[in-house]
Protein backbone atom coordinates (compact mmCIF):
# COMPACT_ATOMS: atom_id res chain seq x y z
CA UNK A 1 0.00 0.00 0.00
CA UNK A 2 0.80 3.49 -0.57
CA UNK A 3 1.62 6.48 1.90
CA UNK A 4 2.10 5.77 5.62
CA UNK A 5 1.82 2.36 6.33
CA UNK A 6 1.91 2.19 9.88
CA UNK A 7 -1.30 4.48 10.26
CA UNK A 8 -3.18 1.19 9.50
CA UNK A 9 -2.64 -2.26 10.62
CA UNK A 10 -1.55 -1.80 14.49
CA UNK A 11 -2.52 -0.63 17.54
CA UNK A 12 -3.13 3.07 18.28
CA UNK A 13 -0.29 3.39 20.78
CA UNK A 14 2.30 0.99 18.03
CA UNK A 15 1.00 3.46 15.77
CA UNK A 16 1.92 6.46 17.97
CA UNK A 17 5.36 5.13 18.52
CA UNK A 18 6.30 5.00 14.71
CA UNK A 19 7.56 8.21 13.79
CA UNK A 20 8.37 9.44 10.02
CA UNK A 21 11.96 10.67 11.08
CA UNK A 22 14.37 8.97 13.68
CA UNK A 23 14.57 10.08 17.12
CA UNK A 24 17.63 11.79 16.76
CA UNK A 25 17.58 15.57 17.44
CA UNK A 26 19.43 18.09 15.69
CA UNK A 27 19.41 22.18 14.81
CA UNK A 28 17.07 25.65 14.52
CA UNK A 29 14.87 28.14 12.20
CA UNK A 30 12.60 30.32 14.16
CA UNK A 31 8.55 29.97 14.17
CA UNK A 32 5.65 31.42 15.97
CA UNK A 33 2.57 29.12 15.99
CA UNK A 34 -0.21 29.00 15.76
CA UNK A 35 0.00 29.78 11.91
CA UNK A 36 3.14 32.28 11.58
CA UNK A 37 7.11 32.04 10.80
CA UNK A 38 9.74 33.58 10.94
CA UNK A 39 13.65 33.17 11.05
CA UNK A 40 16.69 33.53 13.66
CA UNK A 41 16.48 36.85 14.64
CA UNK A 42 13.51 37.82 12.72
CA UNK A 43 9.98 38.70 14.44
CA UNK A 44 6.70 37.23 13.65
CA UNK A 45 3.83 39.11 12.35
CA UNK A 46 0.38 38.86 13.55
CA UNK A 47 -1.43 37.88 10.88
CA UNK A 48 -1.18 34.24 8.88
CA UNK A 49 1.02 34.29 5.99
CA UNK A 50 -0.33 34.83 2.65
CA UNK A 51 1.04 33.90 -0.84
CA UNK A 52 -0.63 33.65 -4.68
CA UNK A 53 -2.96 30.39 -4.30
CA UNK A 54 -1.72 27.39 -6.52
CA UNK A 55 -4.68 26.73 -9.00
CA UNK A 56 -2.86 24.86 -11.81
CA UNK A 57 0.34 22.91 -11.24
CA UNK A 58 3.55 23.56 -8.63
CA UNK A 59 5.04 25.06 -11.51
CA UNK A 60 2.58 28.14 -11.04
CA UNK A 61 3.87 28.49 -7.31
CA UNK A 62 6.81 30.89 -6.35
CA UNK A 63 10.35 30.37 -4.90
CA UNK A 64 12.15 32.96 -2.75
CA UNK A 65 15.44 33.64 -0.97
CA UNK A 66 18.49 32.15 -3.24
CA UNK A 67 18.85 32.44 -6.30
CA UNK A 68 19.16 29.01 -8.03
CA UNK A 69 23.12 28.03 -9.26
CA UNK A 70 23.45 26.92 -12.83
CA UNK A 71 25.17 23.77 -11.79
CA UNK A 72 25.08 21.03 -8.70
CA UNK A 73 28.46 21.02 -6.27
CA UNK A 74 29.27 18.29 -3.97
CA UNK A 75 31.14 20.48 -2.41
CA UNK A 76 29.10 23.92 -1.97
CA UNK A 77 27.80 24.22 1.78
CA UNK A 78 23.77 24.04 2.18
CA UNK A 79 21.85 26.76 1.54
CA UNK A 80 18.62 28.01 2.87
CA UNK A 81 15.46 27.89 0.40
CA UNK A 82 12.34 28.98 1.03
CA UNK A 83 8.99 28.26 -0.98
CA UNK A 84 5.50 29.53 -0.70
CA UNK A 85 2.36 28.62 -1.61
CA UNK A 86 -1.63 27.97 -0.60
CA UNK A 87 -3.32 24.47 -0.36
CA UNK A 88 -5.80 23.08 1.79
CA UNK A 89 -7.27 26.61 1.89
CA UNK A 90 -4.84 27.52 4.25
CA UNK A 91 -0.70 29.28 3.46
CA UNK A 92 1.83 27.17 2.93
CA UNK A 93 5.96 27.49 3.76
CA UNK A 94 8.29 25.24 2.94
CA UNK A 95 12.13 25.94 4.72
CA UNK A 96 14.73 23.53 3.52
CA UNK A 97 18.41 23.41 2.99
CA UNK A 98 20.48 21.85 0.57
CA UNK A 99 23.79 22.87 -1.69
CA UNK A 100 21.82 22.40 -4.73
CA UNK A 101 19.42 24.83 -5.43
CA UNK A 102 18.27 22.72 -8.41
CA UNK A 103 17.56 19.75 -6.04
CA UNK A 104 15.45 21.58 -3.41
CA UNK A 105 13.36 23.29 -5.96
CA UNK A 106 12.60 20.13 -7.21
CA UNK A 107 11.79 18.22 -4.19
CA UNK A 108 9.50 21.55 -2.78
CA UNK A 109 7.83 21.50 -6.38
CA UNK A 110 7.10 17.64 -5.56
CA UNK A 111 5.95 17.69 -2.17
CA UNK A 112 3.48 20.62 -2.56
CA UNK A 113 2.14 18.55 -5.82
CA UNK A 114 1.60 15.32 -3.43
CA UNK A 115 -0.09 18.03 -0.38
CA UNK A 116 -2.41 18.96 -3.91
CA UNK A 117 -2.88 15.37 -4.58
CA UNK A 118 -3.83 14.45 -1.17
CA UNK A 119 -6.49 17.77 -1.26
CA UNK A 120 -8.11 15.70 -4.24
CA UNK A 121 -9.09 13.34 -1.92
CA UNK A 122 -10.13 15.00 1.29
CA UNK A 123 -11.81 18.16 0.49
CA UNK A 124 -14.81 18.36 1.91
CA UNK A 125 -15.69 21.85 -0.09
CA UNK A 126 -14.57 19.78 -3.98
CA UNK A 127 -17.84 18.28 -5.12
CA UNK A 128 -15.29 15.58 -7.27
CA UNK A 129 -12.84 14.53 -4.39
CA UNK A 130 -13.04 11.41 -3.23
CA UNK A 131 -14.67 12.01 -0.16
CA UNK A 132 -17.52 13.50 -1.40
CA UNK A 133 -18.19 11.22 -3.73
CA UNK A 134 -18.01 8.16 -0.94
CA UNK A 135 -20.14 10.19 1.35
CA UNK A 136 -22.86 10.77 -1.69
CA UNK A 137 -23.69 6.87 -0.84
CA UNK A 138 -24.45 7.23 3.01
CA UNK A 139 -27.21 5.24 3.41
CA UNK A 140 -27.42 3.38 0.49
CA UNK A 141 -26.52 0.24 1.53
CA UNK A 142 -23.15 0.17 -0.51
CA UNK A 143 -19.96 -0.58 0.27
CA UNK A 144 -16.85 1.49 -1.61
CA UNK A 145 -13.49 0.79 -2.50
CA UNK A 146 -11.21 3.47 -1.92
CA UNK A 147 -7.88 5.04 -2.14
CA UNK A 148 -4.77 3.58 -0.30
CA UNK A 149 -4.17 7.42 1.42
CA UNK A 150 -8.43 7.44 2.31
CA UNK A 151 -8.06 3.83 3.53
CA UNK A 152 -5.42 5.07 6.12
CA UNK A 153 -6.46 8.10 7.45
CA UNK A 154 -10.11 7.19 7.75
CA UNK A 155 -8.74 4.07 9.62
CA UNK A 156 -6.96 6.17 12.26
CA UNK A 157 -9.34 9.08 12.14
CA UNK A 158 -11.92 6.15 13.50
CA UNK A 159 -9.41 4.79 16.46
CA UNK A 160 -9.12 8.39 17.42
CA UNK A 161 -12.36 8.43 17.46
CA UNK A 162 -13.17 5.74 19.68
CA UNK A 163 -10.75 6.07 21.80
CA UNK A 164 -11.93 9.62 22.85
CA UNK A 165 -16.06 8.21 22.95
CA UNK A 166 -16.23 10.88 20.14
CA UNK A 167 -14.76 13.79 21.51
CA UNK A 168 -13.14 13.96 17.74
CA UNK A 169 -15.47 12.37 15.53
CA UNK A 170 -14.59 12.09 11.72
CA UNK A 171 -18.36 12.24 11.05
CA UNK A 172 -19.02 15.13 12.22
CA UNK A 173 -19.32 17.04 8.39
CA UNK A 174 -23.38 17.68 9.15
CA UNK A 175 -22.80 19.43 11.84
CA UNK A 176 -19.63 21.29 10.67
CA UNK A 177 -21.96 22.56 7.57
CA UNK A 178 -24.51 23.75 9.96
CA UNK A 179 -21.87 26.11 11.27
CA UNK A 180 -20.66 27.06 8.43
CA UNK A 181 -23.87 28.72 7.33
CA UNK A 182 -24.23 30.11 10.69
CA UNK A 183 -20.88 31.80 10.59
CA UNK A 184 -21.59 33.67 7.51
CA UNK A 185 -25.11 34.40 8.07
CA UNK A 186 -23.95 35.36 11.97
CA UNK A 187 -27.47 33.74 13.46
CA UNK A 188 -27.93 30.57 14.98
CA UNK A 189 -29.35 27.45 13.06
CA UNK A 190 -32.84 26.59 14.57
CA UNK A 191 -32.44 23.63 17.04
CA UNK A 192 -34.29 21.30 15.10
CA UNK A 193 -31.40 21.68 12.49
CA UNK A 194 -28.78 20.56 14.78
CA UNK A 195 -30.94 17.28 15.77
CA UNK A 196 -30.92 16.46 12.62
CA UNK A 197 -27.53 16.54 11.67
CA UNK A 198 -26.87 14.29 15.07
CA UNK A 199 -28.82 12.13 13.95
CA UNK A 200 -26.12 11.62 10.66
CA UNK A 201 -23.06 12.02 13.01
CA UNK A 202 -21.35 8.66 14.84
CA UNK A 203 -18.08 7.50 14.44
CA UNK A 204 -19.83 3.66 15.03
CA UNK A 205 -21.73 4.19 11.82
CA UNK A 206 -18.95 3.69 9.04
CA UNK A 207 -17.84 0.20 8.44
CA UNK A 208 -14.82 -1.12 7.07
CA UNK A 209 -14.45 -4.13 4.71
CA UNK A 210 -10.70 -4.28 5.39
CA UNK A 211 -10.58 -7.59 3.12
CA UNK A 212 -11.85 -5.40 0.19
CA UNK A 213 -10.50 -1.84 1.62
CA UNK A 214 -13.91 -0.68 1.18
CA UNK A 215 -15.92 1.59 3.33
CA UNK A 216 -19.89 1.69 3.71
CA UNK A 217 -21.88 4.58 5.16
CA UNK A 218 -24.67 3.31 7.02
CA UNK A 219 -26.95 6.41 7.70
CA UNK A 220 -28.42 8.81 5.32
CA UNK A 221 -26.86 12.45 5.18
CA UNK A 222 -23.48 10.94 6.83
CA UNK A 223 -20.46 13.46 5.47
CA UNK A 224 -16.88 12.58 6.62
CA UNK A 225 -14.76 15.59 7.34
CA UNK A 226 -11.55 15.26 7.91
CA UNK A 227 -10.14 19.06 8.78
CA UNK A 228 -9.26 18.23 11.98
CA UNK A 229 -6.30 15.58 10.43
CA UNK A 230 -5.83 16.16 6.69
CA UNK A 231 -3.17 18.79 6.80
CA UNK A 232 -1.59 16.83 9.18
CA UNK A 233 -1.48 14.07 7.33
CA UNK A 234 -0.60 15.80 4.20
CA UNK A 235 2.34 17.25 5.80
CA UNK A 236 3.67 13.97 7.40
CA UNK A 237 3.50 12.52 2.82
CA UNK A 238 4.92 15.89 1.80
CA UNK A 239 7.89 15.75 4.12
CA UNK A 240 8.34 11.82 3.14
CA UNK A 241 8.73 13.41 -0.30
CA UNK A 242 11.45 15.46 0.79
CA UNK A 243 13.40 12.64 2.16
CA UNK A 244 12.92 10.71 -0.77
CA UNK A 245 14.21 13.44 -3.11
CA UNK A 246 17.59 13.88 -1.19
CA UNK A 247 16.12 17.00 0.98
CA UNK A 248 15.82 15.94 4.61
CA UNK A 249 16.49 19.13 6.32
CA UNK A 250 12.82 20.69 5.97
CA UNK A 251 10.37 22.28 7.82
CA UNK A 252 6.54 22.09 6.42
CA UNK A 253 3.95 24.58 7.59
CA UNK A 254 0.87 24.84 6.62
CA UNK A 255 -2.19 26.53 7.82
CA UNK A 256 -0.31 26.56 11.43
CA UNK A 257 0.88 22.72 11.65
CA UNK A 258 4.34 21.60 10.95
CA UNK A 259 6.43 18.75 10.45
CA UNK A 260 10.11 19.27 11.16
CA UNK A 261 12.98 17.00 9.66
CA UNK A 262 16.63 16.83 9.69
CA UNK A 263 17.38 20.59 11.46
CA UNK A 264 19.37 23.20 9.40
CA UNK A 265 22.67 22.85 9.34
CA UNK A 266 25.35 23.02 12.61
CA UNK A 267 22.38 23.35 15.28
CA UNK A 268 20.62 20.58 17.22
CA UNK A 269 17.19 21.06 16.43
CA UNK A 270 14.61 23.60 15.30
CA UNK A 271 13.14 26.18 17.52
CA UNK A 272 9.55 27.06 17.97
CA UNK A 273 7.49 29.01 19.97
CA UNK A 274 4.30 28.85 20.91
CA UNK A 275 2.28 32.28 20.47
CA UNK A 276 0.59 33.93 23.59
CA UNK A 277 -3.09 33.81 24.15
CA UNK A 278 -2.74 37.78 24.34
CA UNK A 279 -2.41 39.92 21.00
CA UNK A 280 0.56 41.63 21.25
CA UNK A 281 2.33 39.47 23.59
CA UNK A 282 5.83 37.63 23.15
CA UNK A 283 5.74 34.18 23.27
CA UNK A 284 6.57 32.43 26.90
CA UNK A 285 6.72 29.02 25.67
CA UNK A 286 9.16 27.63 23.36
CA UNK A 287 9.83 24.06 21.45
CA UNK A 288 12.92 22.47 20.56
CA UNK A 289 12.63 19.81 18.44
CA UNK A 290 13.62 17.69 15.27
CA UNK A 291 11.82 15.24 12.92
CA UNK A 292 8.66 15.64 14.56
CA UNK A 293 5.36 17.17 14.53
CA UNK A 294 3.14 19.64 15.80
CA UNK A 295 0.16 21.26 15.95
CA UNK A 296 -1.49 23.90 17.57
CA UNK A 297 -5.72 24.01 17.77
CA UNK A 298 -7.58 27.03 18.62
CA UNK A 299 -9.87 30.06 18.03
CA UNK A 300 -7.48 32.83 17.33
CA UNK A 301 -8.63 33.63 13.93
CA UNK A 302 -11.59 31.38 13.40
CA UNK A 303 -14.73 32.27 15.26
CA UNK A 304 -17.85 33.78 15.33
CA UNK A 305 -20.09 36.19 17.64
CA UNK A 306 -23.39 35.37 18.01
CA UNK A 307 -26.15 36.53 20.22
CA UNK A 308 -23.54 38.82 21.97
CA UNK A 309 -21.53 34.74 22.75
CA UNK A 310 -18.06 33.52 21.03
CA UNK A 311 -18.19 30.56 19.57
CA UNK A 312 -14.74 28.97 18.17
CA UNK A 313 -14.77 27.01 14.72
CA UNK A 314 -13.89 23.70 16.93
CA UNK A 315 -17.01 22.09 17.41
CA UNK A 316 -17.80 19.44 20.29
CA UNK A 317 -19.01 16.01 17.96
CA UNK A 318 -20.82 15.14 21.52
CA UNK A 319 -22.95 18.03 21.71
CA UNK A 320 -23.21 19.76 17.96
CA UNK A 321 -22.13 23.47 19.21
CA UNK A 322 -18.67 25.66 19.11
CA UNK A 323 -16.50 25.89 22.09
CA UNK A 324 -17.40 28.41 23.78
CA UNK A 325 -13.72 29.05 25.91
CA UNK A 326 -10.87 31.03 24.46
CA UNK A 327 -7.90 28.32 24.39
CA UNK A 328 -5.15 26.96 22.68
CA UNK A 329 -3.89 23.50 22.74
CA UNK A 330 -0.36 22.77 20.82
CA UNK A 331 1.13 18.99 20.79
CA UNK A 332 3.99 17.62 19.86
CA UNK A 333 4.05 14.16 18.61
CA UNK A 334 6.04 11.93 16.73
CA UNK A 335 4.28 13.40 13.35
CA UNK A 336 2.30 15.97 12.38
CA UNK A 337 -1.18 13.33 11.79
CA UNK A 338 -0.78 12.31 15.38
CA UNK A 339 -0.37 16.04 16.36
CA UNK A 340 -3.28 17.65 14.30
CA UNK A 341 -5.74 14.49 15.85
CA UNK A 342 -4.93 15.05 19.46
CA UNK A 343 -4.72 19.38 19.57
CA UNK A 344 -8.44 19.03 18.09
CA UNK A 345 -9.42 16.16 20.36
CA UNK A 346 -7.66 17.75 23.37
CA UNK A 347 -9.29 20.85 22.71
CA UNK A 348 -13.09 19.53 23.07
CA UNK A 349 -11.73 17.08 26.27
CA UNK A 350 -10.38 19.65 28.04
CA UNK A 351 -7.27 20.24 30.02
CA UNK A 352 -7.78 16.90 32.77
CA UNK A 353 -9.33 14.95 30.63
CA UNK A 354 -7.20 15.63 27.29
CA UNK A 355 -3.88 16.20 28.90
CA UNK A 356 -4.39 12.86 31.19
CA UNK A 357 -5.05 11.25 27.54
CA UNK A 358 -1.92 12.88 25.83
CA UNK A 359 -0.02 11.52 28.87
CA UNK A 360 -1.05 7.62 27.66
CA UNK A 361 1.27 8.47 24.39
CA UNK A 362 4.92 7.60 23.43
CA UNK A 363 6.81 10.43 22.88
CA UNK A 364 3.89 13.44 22.54
CA UNK A 365 3.44 15.71 24.75
CA UNK A 366 0.38 19.40 25.12
CA UNK A 367 0.11 22.60 26.45
CA UNK A 368 -3.27 23.78 27.13
CA UNK A 369 -3.66 27.49 27.39
CA UNK A 370 -6.63 29.41 28.37
CA UNK A 371 -7.59 32.83 28.62
CA UNK A 372 -10.31 33.66 31.67
CA UNK A 373 -10.18 37.05 31.77
CA UNK A 374 -6.93 39.00 31.18
CA UNK A 375 -5.02 35.67 33.07
CA UNK A 376 -4.02 32.98 31.12
CA UNK A 377 -4.47 29.47 32.46
CA UNK A 378 -1.61 27.06 31.77
CA UNK A 379 -1.70 23.42 31.68
CA UNK A 380 1.19 21.01 30.63
CA UNK A 381 0.93 17.40 30.13
CA UNK A 382 3.73 15.61 31.99
CA UNK A 383 5.87 15.25 29.42
CA UNK A 384 5.80 18.83 27.82
CA UNK A 385 8.80 19.98 29.89
CA UNK A 386 11.05 17.35 28.46
CA UNK A 387 9.77 16.95 24.94
CA UNK A 388 9.46 20.23 24.45
CA UNK A 389 13.19 21.06 25.10
CA UNK A 390 12.30 24.14 27.00
CA UNK A 391 11.11 26.56 30.10
CA UNK A 392 8.50 29.04 30.15
CA UNK A 393 10.79 32.36 29.20
CA UNK A 394 13.26 31.14 28.18
CA UNK A 395 14.94 32.33 24.83
CA UNK A 396 15.38 30.02 21.36
Known amino acids: MRGFSFLTGTSLKKLCQHAVFDSRLLAAAFVILPIMCCLPGSVAGAEPLRSAPSET ?72 SEVRRLCETAGTGKKVQVSDDLWQLLTFSLKISEQTAGAFDVTIGPIVRL ?26 FVRLYPEDQAVELLRPGMRLDFGAVAKGYAIDAALQVMQQEGVPSALIDLGGDLG ?24 SYFVRRARCGIATSGDRYRFVVIGGKRYSHIVDPRTGVGLTDQSEVTV ?40 VGDHTEVHMSKQWKELSGETPDAQP
Request: charged share 20%; aromatic share 8%; with cysteine.
Open 57 to 128: SPASEHSSGQQLPPTPSASRPPVRWLREAEEMAAPLRIICYHPDGVVADRAMARAIARIHQLNAIFSDYDPT
Open 260 to 283: LGDPPPDRGHWSVAVAAMKPGEPP
Open 332 to 371: IAPNATLADALATAVSVLGPEKGLAWVDTFPDTAALYLRL
Open 179 to 204: WRRARMSREMPPAYRFDEARQAVGYQ
